[in-house]
């Protein structure tokens, strides 16, 4: 039984003039590992920050958590949450700014809380334009027994997003049950190349584990 919980995610944008950078037609970015700028606060623990140049320009991107904490709001509960934030600027020298920000969440959970990044975030270049993607994947819920996770994936390109929602796959005996997926419908409007990118990650990394 998954708990009846209160989440939400909030993406914020800020209108940022695009320069400077590389050049169209390659599908792989070179991606860094780097330290978040200076002057930012990422609420948790730093869990992944990297780095990487395209038509936007110079771009960080930080990924933070943190891990469950006692609830304001009832004795023997917990929170946790995640953020994920967008950085960049334009060329060297000046300030870096915020692109965009996520945040999800649970509340109040007596349960088993896990509200976590999978893996690696994926930075590509999958329609050949010059500005990078970034796709995160990450679990959140409230568990008291062995089903399958509520399970996020949201992919950027600038500051439009996408985003599929569903569950992990679970174990039932020595076999996993499929997880589920549905899609957002801003995936209809998404370039092919990237939607294909989402469900294929979807299928490979969700569907059929336990995350």
């Not at 904490?69 to 709001?73: E, G, I, L, T, V």
């Given at each position: 039984?998954?708990?009846?919980?209160?989440?939400?995610?909030?993406?914020l944008?800020l209108?940022?003039?695009?320069?400077?950078?590389?050049?169209?037609?390659?599908?792989?970015?070179?991606?860094t590992k780097?330290a978040p700028?200076?002057?930012?606060?990422?609420?948790?623990?730093?869990?992944?920050?990297?780095?990487?140049?395209?038509?936007?320009?110079?771009?960080?991107?930080?990924?933070?958590?943190?891990?469950p904490?006692?609830?304001?709001?009832a004795?023997?509960?917990?929170?946790?949450?995640?953020?994920a934030?967008?950085?960049?600027?334009?060329a060297?020298?000046?300030?870096?700014a915020?692109l965009w920000?996520l945040?999800?969440?649970?509340?109040?959970?007596s349960?088993?809380l896990?509200?976590?990044?999978?893996?690696a975030?994926?930075?590509?270049?999958?329609?050949?334009?010059?500005?990078a993607?970034t796709t995160l994947?990450?679990?959140?819920?409230?568990?008291?027994d062995v089903?399958?996770?509520p399970?996020k994936?949201?992919?950027?390109?600038?500051k439009a997003?996408?985003?599929?929602?569903?569950?992990c796959?679970?174990?039932?005996?020595?076999?996993?049950?499929?997880?589920?997926?549905?899609?957002?419908p801003s995936?209809?409007?998404?370039?092919a190349?990237?939607?294909e990118?989402?469900?294929?990650?979807?299928?490979?990394?969700?569907?059929?584990?336990?995350?």
């Open positions: 039984m998954i708990r009846t919980m209160r989440r939400a995610a909030v993406v944008g209108c940022l003039t695009a320069g400077g950078g590389r050049a169209a037609g390659a599908e792989t970015i070179t991606v780097s700028p200076a002057g930012f606060r990422f609420p948790g623990r730093v869990v992944q920050a990297l780095a990487w140049v395209d038509a936007l320009g110079e771009n960080r991107l930080v990924l933070s958590e943190t891990g904490r006692p609830s304001a709001k004795e023997d509960s917990s929170d946790a949450e995640l953020f934030q967008h950085l960049r600027r334009p060297a020298g000046q300030p870096f915020v920000t945040r999800d969440f649970v509340r109040d959970c349960f088993d896990q509200v976590s990044f999978v893996g975030p994926r930075v590509t270049d999958l329609d050949r334009d010059g500005t993607e994947l990450y679990v959140l819920g409230c568990f008291s089903s399958g996770k399970t994936l949201v992919l950027h390109e600038g997003k996408y985003a599929i929602r569903g569950e796959g679970h174990p039932d005996g020595e076999r996993i049950v499929p997880g589920t997926m549905s899609l957002d995936f209809k409007r998404a370039p190349p990237l939607r990118h989402a469900l294929r990650l979807w299928r490979e990394q969700v569907l059929g584990r336990y995350l």
